[in-house]
């Protein structure tokens, strides 16, 4: 007549992990930091702009890998012809960095978002809620003022309408201690203003 989901955020979390667990049982993703693909290159992770702001890259694949440097002006250099020679990543990663420090980043939105280049803007939450991907999905809304998550999962056939109101620090604890159990008088001694 029914079942209980059990689903809980650390099932989730686990589940992530399984694509490393496998390129790590293959000898590909070493548990040292800085040594594996997808935390030591210099063409997988988040660098600094002029002006203060940040942007990532992710371009795992040759193909991918070979665009974002042509796109950089990279393309015929000769350091970053062997992208996965992992003794040369300290230096490339050096040299990403001093590129991207030399514009800020709507430069590099300009020049490399909507690309193959595997690359996106690092976001404030503020520009999150109006990116217009994110804004179309619908990811983020805000009740009161207040920036929140938009419900997930969606399901069609019940949506979960949008997120309620921030209640006040505190506005609800003796509701929630009366649910646990206590009574008004335990209440009380616990949170002398309720």
């Not at 000769?78 to 992992?86: G, I, K, S, T, V």
């Not at 030399?102 to 280049?117: F, I, K, M, N, Y």
Request: charged letters at 20%; aromatic letters at 8%; a negative charge.
């Amino acid at each position: 007549s029914g079942q209980v989901i059990d689903a809980a955020i650390v099932d989730g979390s686990a589940n992530l992990m399984n694509l490393l667990l496998s390129a790590h049982a293959s000898g590909q993703q070493p548990f040292e930091r800085g040594r594996g693909l997808l935390d030591g290159p210099h063409w997988y992770g988040s660098y600094a702009c002029a002006a203060g702001a940040f942007v990532s890259v992710g371009a795992l694949e040759p193909r991918f890998n070979a665009l974002l440097f042509g796109k950089l002006g990279l393309a015929d250099d000769a350091d970053f012809r062997n992208a996965y020679d992992a003794r040369r990543w300290p230096r490339l990663r050096e040299r990403l960095a001093a590129l991207f420090a030399t514009q800020p980043r709507a430069h590099w939105v300009a020049l490399l978002e909507g690309s193959d280049a595997c690359f996106a803007p690092v976001l404030t939450p503020a520009e999150a809620l109006v990116h217009p991907h994110l804004a179309a999905r619908g990811v983020y809304a805000t009740r009161d003022g207040v920036l929140q998550a938009a419900p997930a999962p969606r399901f069609s056939a019940t949506p979960s309408g949008e997120p309620g109101a921030v209640p006040a620090r505190g506005e609800q604890g003796a509701q929630v201690l009366r649910e646990a159990g206590l009574d008004d008088a335990a209440i009380a001694r616990l949170v002398p203003s309720a």
